[in-house]
């Protein structure tokens, strides 16, 4: 069961991740470090969910190797994004990073929700070993609706999974 929030839902969390935002956040791990960059706080359009964007800096070199946002909550539009994305730069593919980034993210996201949806077109074999990496189990491989801002980029067809966080009543 997937929980869709409505901004009044996430009023208790949007106070959470504004005090996140007050702070210089840095996640990291022994290899990569995610730098936040963007933060949106009140959405403009109804469908979008409050976020983080991070820079993911390879700490050994400094470099920026790739890009990451965590959205919180969740809506029917939201449903064929998900909660995570990733983007990692050619020259650095093949090394982790993404699913890195997205335990990073977890653990963020833990804090305050349950789940998270992570969804890849069904082509993207590295995507689907990251997500199945993280504990992602496919719900399904859907058709994006045709007025949906995916489709209209030429990504008809996605697989979405879910990954549990925590379960449902036990909260650290």
Known sequence: ???WYNIGMLKPLLDKIKSWWNQSLVLENHAIRLLLVYRLTQPNEEHWLPSMIFDIEEKSSGKIIGRCDLRFGMNPYMWYMGNVGYV???PYRGHGYAMMATQLMMDLAK???DELIITCNPDNIASIKTIERVGGVLLGIEDVPLGHELHQQGEGVKC???VKLKERGSYD
């Open 1 to 3: 069961m997937v929980l």
């Open 160 to 162: 979405i999974y879910k």
């Open 111 to 113: 804090e305050s929700m």
């Open 88 to 90: 990692i730069y050619p």
